[in-house]
């Protein structure tokens, strides 16, 4: 992922705050000799204090070979992603027609070492504070191992400690544009209204000032 100055995270914290509410991604691992990457859509929990995200997948699940036999991986999250028309990115002094239209977005990727759990009580643990993670207010009951009525599905599924050892962030929202440019693209996101409108316009909200405009 090319980063260019502008779309870098601030800080550690603007990252970490933003992955906080953004719980579900993908994890990548190299193939094995001659195969492909596999690329596995998963709910996980980060934990900024402990410096790791966790998750669980399902024993059968293919891609264990190739996790143990290269545990460098990658967690990789996107999203607040939109379309940017090009009229809205028209420099000042040219017509509507030769702006060139873009993609803002947020994405994070989490370089980790993966440490794959299969003792019980551990996996236990660590899906207990998956489970603290979305469900705060509670209403499951806790898992433990070989005591109902979750334990029974421990042999099921494998645990993952993903263990962070380099972060890659990037806000894409037109941070180097001049003012004129920004305040375009803010009034069309808040007219169009989409999915993912709002979320959009607060980063570059947000975000504005932060790097020099280029005029």
């Known amino acids: 992922m090319m980063i260019h100055p502008w779309d870098a995270a601030h800080d550690d914290a603007e990252w970490q705050q933003w992955l906080g509410a953004h719980d579900f991604g993908q994890l990548a691992v190299n193939g094995l000799p001659g195969e492909p990457p596999h690329v596995q859509p998963l709910h996980f929990a980060y934990d900024a204090e402990r410096g790791e995200a966790v998750t669980h997948l399902a024993r059968p699940n293919p891609l264990w070979p190739a996790l143990e036999a290269d545990p460098d991986v990658v967690l990789s999250v996107v999203d607040d992603y939109v379309y940017v028309p090009g009229p809205w990115l028209a420099p000042p002094d040219a017509p509507s027609e030769h702006g060139v239209p873009t993609s803002f977005y947020a994405a994070v990727q989490l370089r980790c070492r993966a440490h794959v759990v299969d003792d019980p009580a551990e996996k236990a643990a660590l899906l207990n504070r998956q489970v603290g993670h979305f469900q705060p207010e509670g209403g499951s009951a806790p898992v433990a191992a070989d005591e109902a009525p979750f334990g029974r599905f421990l042999a099921g599924i ?58």
Do not use: I, S, T
């Open 158 to 215: 494998r645990a993952l400690r993903l263990e962070v050892v380099g972060v890659r962030a990037k806000f894409k929202y037109a941070g180097h544009k001049p003012q004129e440019v920004q305040d375009r693209a803010v009034a069309g996101l808040a007219a169009r209204g989409g999915a993912r409108d709002a979320a959009a316009r607060e980063h570059q909200l947000r975000r504005r000032g932060a790097w020099p405009a280029q005029r």
